[in-house]
């Protein structure tokens, strides 16, 4: 009876977040574009796209999204997408969004560049064909953790079963919100689709000067762990650390398709990392149809660009920069193909301990894309005027800048608790702001969390040795 009555405290409260309206809207200024959208790509030509694409385009390979919903018609993705399914719960379908974060992660990973007059943004693995899952990531409706992660693995099943290799999961929340039932129960879903051969990326969060707290899907066995990075291959600031970071890829400044009224955004996080490093794995896979989940993970691990210290990981970049290019020009020995190359998917992982009366957690009960977009305006193909970026109104307009600060309340004996959720920013703006103050809480974080580097440390990876230009 402890555990229900918890869990039905722990929804009451979430409840009562989104009842009384403390989730900050999306706030996004105008940025002016220079060049073509596809121009202002940067993250094409330091991964050498071109060169890959002479190679492979990703042909052959679905893979997965699960996030917020999806502008199924949205120039630069008209023709990527299958059927989906919506395990949202919410009306519309899955092609009905809260915002653009669903449309931008398909963009990074498959966009055509048809928009825009063919000056459009374009995916890493054009050739990919996009399964579009929505879920409730808490812009609509009431949601905990329990629902989300519940969403998460009826998307992972079902992606399974419609044969995607490649499962995309930008999206993610802090672990002290997770009862150990649902963690183990979506643990056992991983672990079916590893088994069937399927890969499954998620962003490891963008909190590392905010607590670095863990997150999940994220940090969970089965699961490929991605940080960010910038231009140089330098991680960023907000980038979280951790033994669940295996790979960082480019998440800085980045141009992507969504649902603003120029149908682009600039942005930044490790949501945009993942989405690269998604379609690299589609990439490999599409020329070595033959491997299994294992052997391409191994690749893209042996063929990462590492640290200059010599060592084989490190909790700030993982196994390295993804590097598609080297993947596909000079593989190496891809390896058993019944053994996983990352140790975690070996063990159990460590679970937050269940919100009780007696132990009340921090927690947030809204998950957390990663990325704070801008919306971009865009060059026509000729000499006509240029529209001029607008500033979004409402939540479905452009991708959120701002997630959300949630001010949480935990029925605990009685007494009411609060609890914060951090607040993303803009580029430029990446300090931490708060809506309100409230009581420190013990922080209740599992085995593996990492403190946050201070801002005058130098990660291993300088950008005078860029590892996307090796």
């Not at 940025?31 to 890959?52: F, K």
């Not at 762990?225 to 140089?232: H, K, L, T, W």
């Not at 990352?342 to 919100?355: E, H």
């Not at 009780?356 to 305006?377: K, R």
């Amino acid at each position: 009876m402890g555990r229900t009555s918890a869990r039905a405290r722990w929804r009451a409260a979430a409840a009562a977040l989104l009842a009384a309206g403390i989730v900050v809207g999306p706030i996004a200024a105008p940025a002016v574009a220079e060049d073509t959208i596809r121009q202002q790509q940067w993250h094409l030509e330091a991964m050498h796209a071109s060169e890959m694409w002479k190679v492979s385009k990703g042909q052959g390979i679905t893979v997965a999204v699960i996030d917020s919903g999806f502008k199924l018609d949205h120039p630069d993705l008209e023709g990527q997408f299958l059927s989906g399914k919506d395990f949202s719960g919410s009306t519309g379908g899955v092609g009905s969004f809260a915002d653009g974060h669903g449309t931008a992660i398909s963009s990074l990973i498959a966009g055509t560049g048809k928009g825009n007059g063919g000056t459009g943004a374009q995916g890493l693995a054009p050739g990919v064909r996009l399964l579009p899952l929505k879920i409730n990531t808490g812009k609509v409706g009431t949601l905990v953790s329990t629902d989300f992660l519940d969403q998460v693995g009826q998307s992972i099943a079902y992606a399974v079963d419609q044969g995607a290799k490649v499962i995309n999961i930008s999206q993610g929340i802090e672990a002290v919100t997770a009862f150990p039932a649902d963690v183990a129960k979506l643990n056992g879903i991983l672990a079916g689709a590893r088994a069937k051969g399927v890969l499954v990326f998620a962003s490891v969060g963008n909190g590392a000067e905010h607590g670095n707290l863990v997150e999940y899907p994220g940090a969970l066995p089965n699961v490929v762990g991605v940080g960010a990075s910038d231009r140089n291959g330098t991680v960023t600031a907000e980038s979280d650390r951790g033994p669940q970071v295996a790979f960082i890829a480019p998440g800085m400044d980045m141009i992507s398709a969504c649902t603003s009224s120029t149908g682009y955004c600039k942005s930044h996080g490790t949501s945009d990392s993942t989405a690269l490093a998604s379609a690299s794995a589609a990439l490999v896979w599409s020329v070595h149809k033959d491997w299994t989940a294992n052997q391409v993970l191994r690749v893209l691990i042996n063929t990462a660009g590492k640290a200059n210290d010599a060592t084989g990981r490190n909790d700030l970049i993982g196994y390295g920069a993804v590097r598609p290019r080297i993947a596909l020009t000079d593989p190496g020995d891809p390896g058993p193909a019944d053994v996983s190359p990352l140790p975690a998917d070996a063990v159990a992982p460590p679970v937050a301990p269940l919100p009780s009366a007696s132990s009340p957690a921090t927690a947030s009960a809204v998950p957390s894309p990663a990325g704070s977009p801008t919306e971009v305006a865009v060059d026509a193909p000729s000499a006509q005027p240029q529209p001029k970026a607008e500033k979004p109104s409402g939540s479905s307009s452009t991708l959120p800048i701002v997630a959300g600060v949630v001010v949480g309340l935990a029925l605990v004996a009685g007494v009411v608790v609060a609890v914060m959720r951090r607040r993303r920013k803009p580029a430029a703006q990446l300090q931490p702001e708060v809506a309100a103050q409230v009581p420190p809480l013990p922080m209740q974080q599992p085995t593996g969390t990492v403190p946050p580097a201070p801002p005058s440390y130098q990660p291993p990876v300088p950008p005078e040795d860029n590892p996307y230009a090796r």
